[in-house]
């Protein structure tokens, strides 16, 4: 068969490009743009080749927080997913029991971002949040205004509360999709709760846990409204991240040049850690 | 190993249970003894796999007991009944190696490595996984994923009973044969109890020492491959076993005997009187295909038949006759000339069979 050549059908792709254009490129690029130049204003612009990116990447400032950040969401996600994983076993599989299980892990999740910060602002205070007051009463020194490590902990809670629903409920699909004829091999064979556990379900829940690390890393490097409403980044700038420093730095100080090397860094590290992420589990398999 | 006895068992899948129909089992007692190779063999929906999944404790049965050597086991779980089986369709665990997947059952018991190593290779040799025995089985072919499901099972020599669910229906016609020997070879090498459940005749009669036929939820014959053949004691295991099955004719009771049509077919008094007491009038006369004598000249005892089919099969021919407008099964050899537009043929009374309300009357009763 003769196949005609006719290159007039690039013009099909034409809306997809306009539209990656608008949508990624253009906005990515004029980053690009501005991270390279120093801009006084309108007109006095000055090309500074890579110091930006020197200067942030040297900067104590974008290492604390890139520190904490990472520290944070590690923490998330040592807590989030076996927590997550370990509240979709204990479900109910059938019946009215389980829809009201799902209505009730879904609740955290439709709650937006400030309402939730809000929700744990006042949870947390001593003299009128339930949280708070009862830990004070039952004789703890819990005050995250002041303290750091009751500062770190109510953000992390927060998170958990907020977001373990997630996993959960990715980790619920994912086990109901195992076929009972592995559950009634595994008992003919045998195996022990913990043997079914680690050789049937959690293989079979590889691929959602892979998405829900993923989500749960990026959503939890990238976290900005519930500690800036919980806490303002404080006490001192100890609960202060990534994105946070990101936008004092773009908003409060206007240093667009700045702002927009620590943009691209910032973007370059959630790439490569999920990627990291994604091609360690996926290869996982493959070992053998 | 054990001796596993079955009691008034009943199952019905419905909670609440109307009639018969709702019943998967119908009430009914077998038992399997130690150490035999059976095969359940019955169509598709009567039963066999239920009655398997109660064996097990995969599901628990709605009336009646289940005893092993005497010991009722209803309510223990597969694990504490300490029983393996293999599924119609092989469960792998992907995840792990073919070896892991073989030891799997053995570690779970808490074996030691030792012995679990000898334990799978041997098994491994049996059913010729050496190739692929550390590769992940994730990648294997249907017929091996199902010699591994079927390995699992095997592997434990101390089980009380090794279950298999039609384990070969995935798998291509020359291995199958090949595995079933491999199985047979089994059960005489370790003497484990094996009930083998399958739909395909051949299968259970080369496998098993005893057959039991299962329709419409029961047992209804339980004996060797050669009873069923030669005495079916139900219609059904009559019209079930047998290529083609049992020639089974409809007849009414008359003095002296029953009729079909103008064929009288004299019967002994003892049996006469029998019907006379049952007073079904549900009464069949069944005889095998290969029973029939057909001969192309007429004599006292022969009833005159068109001849509507002849078809060869290669080393015998099924030839298909009109005996007024009944329709008569007969095989013949070979050899036989079947040309003829009609033909003669002749039941040996020892052969033909009475059957009131589809079950046999048995000759001893006379």
């Given at each position: 068969m003769n196949k005609i050549a006719d290159n007039r059908a690039w013009w099909l792709v034409l809306p997809v490009f306009i539209l990656v254009a608008f949508s990624a490129l253009i906005p990515l690029m004029t980053v690009v743009n501005y991270s390279v130049q120093d801009i006084f204003g309108p007109g006095s612009a000055y090309f500074v080749g890579t110091e930006w990116f020197e200067e942030v990447l040297g900067s104590d400032r974008l290492q604390d927080s890139l520190g904490r950040q990472f520290l944070f969401s590690g923490a998330v996600l040592a807590i989030q997913i076996p927590l997550g994983i370990g509240i979709a076993l204990m479900m109910p599989t059938t019946g009215k029991r389980a829809s009201l299980c799902l209505i009730l892990l879904a609740i955290p999740l439709l709650i937006p971002w400030n309402v939730v910060g809000t929700i744990w602002q006042i949870f947390g205070r001593g003299d009128i949040g339930l949280f708070g007051w009862g830990l004070n009463q039952l004789g703890m020194d819990y005050n995250y205004t002041s303290s750091t490590v009751d500062a770190w902990l109510t953000v992390l809670l927060m998170d958990v509360w907020h977001w373990t629903p997630l996993v959960a409920l990715l980790c619920y699909s994912g086990l109901r999709a195992i076929p009972e004829a592995f559950y009634q091999a595994a008992e003919i064979d045998r195996a022990s709760n913990w043997a079914i556990f680690r050789y049937i379900q959690l293989p079979r829940l590889k691929s959602v846990l892979v998405i829900a690390v993923l989500l749960r890393f990026m959503d939890s490097f990238m976290i900005y409204t519930e500690p800036f409403v919980l806490t303002g980044g404080g006490p001192g700038s100890s609960t202060t991240f990534l994105s946070q420093t990101l936008t004092t730095m773009a908003i409060g100080q206007f240093d667009i040049g700045r702002a927009a090397a620590f943009s691209l860094i910032y973007f370059l590290i959630v790439l490569l850690v999920s990627w990291l992420f994604f091609t360690a589990i996926t290869h996982l398999d493959r070992q053998k | 190993m054990a001796e596993i006895q079955l009691k008034s068992l009943a199952h019905s899948y419905s909670k609440n249970p109307a009639g018969p129909e709702d019943y998967a089992i119908r009430q009914m007692s077998h038992v399997w003894h130690k150490g035999g190779a059976y095969a359940l063999l019955g169509p598709s929906g009567c039963g066999k796999s239920t009655m398997l999944n109660i064996i097990s404790g995969l599901l628990a049965p709605s009336e009646g007991d289940v005893l092993f050597d005497n010991v009722r086991v209803n309510e223990l779980s597969p694990k504490d009944r300490n029983i393996a089986q293999v599924f119609q369709f092989p469960v792998i665990?992907?995840?792990?190696?073919v070896y892991d997947n073989l030891a799997f059952p053995l570690r779970n018991a808490g074996q030691p490595k030792a012995k679990i190593k000898v334990k799978v290779e041997e098994i491994a040799a049996i059913l010729e996984l050496e190739p692929v025995l550390?590769?992940?089985?994730?990648?294997?072919?249907a017929d091996e994923k199902q010699k591994v499901s079927m390995g699992r099972g095997l592997v434990r020599d101390d089980v009380s009973a090794i279950l298999f669910d039609e384990p070969l229906t995935v798998i291509d016609p020359q291995l199958k044969w090949k595995l079933r020997r491999k199985l047979k070879q089994i059960h005489e090498q370790f003497n484990i109890t094996m009930v083998y459940v399958t739909h395909d005749q051949l299968e259970a009669s080369t496998f098993a020492d005893k057959i039991a036929v299962m329709y419409g939820g029961q047992i209804v014959q339980f004996g060797t491959p050669r009873e069923l053949f030669e005495s079916p004691n139900h219609t059904f295991v009559g019209y079930f076993i047998g290529s083609p099955g049992m020639n089974l004719v409809e007849v009414s009771r008359e003095d002296g005997g029953v009729r079909f049509d103008d064929t009288f077919v004299p019967l002994s008094e003892t049996l006469c009187d029998h019907i006379e007491r049952v007073g079904s009038s549900n009464l069949k006369l069944g005889i095998r295909p290969e029973f029939i004598q057909v001969t192309d000249h007429a004599s006292d005892d022969t009833h005159e038949c068109a001849v509507r089919d002849v078809e060869d099969l290669g080393t015998y021919k099924i030839v298909t006759l009109m005996l007024g407008d009944r329709v008569i099964k007969a095989r013949v050899s070979e050899d036989q000339d079947t040309e003829a537009a009609t033909l003669h043929v002749a039941f040996p009374r020892q052969w033909l069979k009475l059957y009131i309300d589809e079950y046999l009357v048995e000759e001893q009763a006379e």
């Open positions: - | 665990y992907d995840s792990m190696t550390h590769k992940k089985a994730k990648g294997l072919t």
